[in-house]
Each structure stands twice: as structure tokens, then as C-alpha cells.
């Protein structure tokens, strides 16, 4: 099975704030990643799929970069209805795995 | 609009079993693979079972395999997951999930509590 690590964990940020979070693979998805939001009591929804490309309705602050192994979310200017938890999942093979989360917190 | 209701979830002793069903609206059903994806309360999400449009393609996660099978009504506009000898760990919430690749459209979920 393809092990999805995201770092951190967890991040304290403000608003207005840049923030990256990081997903590695392991072993090589080309780019068959995607990136999720989900806040408490809420299903999960789709950001970004194929590594890079943007889910419609999705605002253009979020995006995707990497390729392989190694793969990064950034949010360019945190808003405060940005504060959630975040999950990488791949879709290169199944069984289709996710990455622990990432709760992003409100410094 | 795509909708998808889950629906059969409950409280459950261990070894039990319970069926729960998913209703889809909005969307050509029969056109789309289905998944079932949990998140045991306070932790982190887990792909549980995967069903092609046609059902000729089912995929299951390592720790419900031979306990649970997927299946789909495509007339109905339903998905479906019959667990059986259920465990402790499979207390979640269960949610219906469409998918090309991705997880693009996925229900409110339900919630399955196994416990004595």
C-alpha cells in the first residue's frame, strides 16, 4: 500500500497569512493527488485533484504543486473560513489512502 | 445538484451487522463509480470499498475485506454496504462518496457505533 506523511500536523496561522503543507508519498503517484478541506461535523470537499489543478468553486488562493513523490497545498492569504483540517489522498492505486490531516488553527 | 443521502447507521453489537444504503440525486448514477470512505471519531479519514458504474469492478480495504460488500441498484439511484461481524474499530461515519479518480461529491454520512 502507498503511504500518504503530511507535515505538519498542525499549524497556527493568522489571517492574511501564506501557508504550505506538505504531502509525501511512499513511493512514486505521478500526479495522481488530491488535496481536501473538511471542518468539524462537515464531509470533506474536493480542492484541488490531479496535483495541480483547481476544483471548480474552489477560490483561487489555494493551490497545488508536485509531481513523483512529493507534493505541497498553499494557501496564498489565509481567510478565516480557511481554518479546517486538510488531508492529501492519492489515487495512483488502490487501496486509495489519505494523509493523516493537517488542522490549520487560528494563531 | 448532486445529493447523496446515507442512511442505516446505529448502535451495533460486536459481531452484528448492519446495511447501509445510499440514495443519489442530480446525477446520472449509473454513469459514475462509488465509494465508501470512513472516519473513526476524532481521527483521520480511510477509503473503505470502491463499486464501477457497471459493478464489475470492486475494490475492498484490507480491514473490512470478507466482512462487508459494496453493491449498487443502479435503477434505484443506490449504493449500498452490508457489514457483517462487526469490531470495535469499525465505529465511524460512514460516508457515500462519487468518483472518477477523485472524491468529488460526497454525502453527510452516518454514523456506526459497535459497541456492547
Known amino acids: 500500500d502507498i503511504q500518504m506523511t503530511q507535515s505538519p500536523s498542525s499549524v497556527s496561522a493568522s489571517v492574511g497569512d501564506r501557508v504550505t503543507i506538505t504531502c509525501r508519498a511512499s513511493?512514486?503517484?505521478?500526479?495522481?493527488l488530491a488535496w481536501y478541506q473538511q471542518k468539524p461535523g462537515k464531509a470533506p470537499k474536493l480542492l484541488i485533484y490531479?496535483?495541480?489543478s483547481l476544483q471548480s468553486g474552489v477560490p483561487s488562493r489555494f493551490s497545488g504543486s508536485g509531481s513523483g513523490t512529493d507534493f505541497t497545498l498553499t494557501i496564498s492569504s489565509l481567510q478565516s473560513e480557511d481554518f479546517a483540517t486538510y488531508y492529501c489522498q492519492q489515487a495512483n492505486s488502490f487501496p486509495y489512502t489519505f494523509g493523516q490531516g493537517t488542522k490549520l488553527e487560528i494563531k | 445538484e448532486v445529493h447523496l443521502v446515507e442512511s442505516g447507521g446505529g448502535l451495533v453489537q460486536p459481531g452484528g451487522s448492519l446495511r447501509l444504503s445510499c440514495a443519489a440525486s442530480?446525477?446520472?448514477?449509473?454513469?459514475?463509480?462509488m465509494n465508501w470512505v470512513r472516519q473513526a471519531p476524532g481521527k483521520g479519514l480511510e477509503w473503505v470499498s470502491y463499486i464501477s458504474s457497471s459493478s464489475s469492478t470492486i475494490y475492498y480495504a484490507d480491514s473490512v475485506k470478507g466482512r462487508f460488500t459494496i453493491s449498487r441498484d443502479n435503477a434505484k439511484n443506490s449504493l449500498y454496504l452490508q457489514m457483517n461481524s462487526l469490531r470495535d474499530e469499525d465505529t465511524a461515519v460512514y460516508y457515500c462518496?462519487?468518483?472518477?479518480?477523485?472524491?468529488?461529491?460526497w454525502g453527510q454520512g452516518t454514523l456506526v457505533t459497535v459497541s456492547s
Open positions: 442530480g446525477l446520472t448514477f449509473s454513469s459514475y463509480s
Open positions: 462518496v462519487r468518483s472518477g479518480y477523485y472524491f468529488d461529491y
Open positions: 513511493q512514486g503517484i505521478s500526479s495522481w
Open positions: 490531479a496535483a495541480s
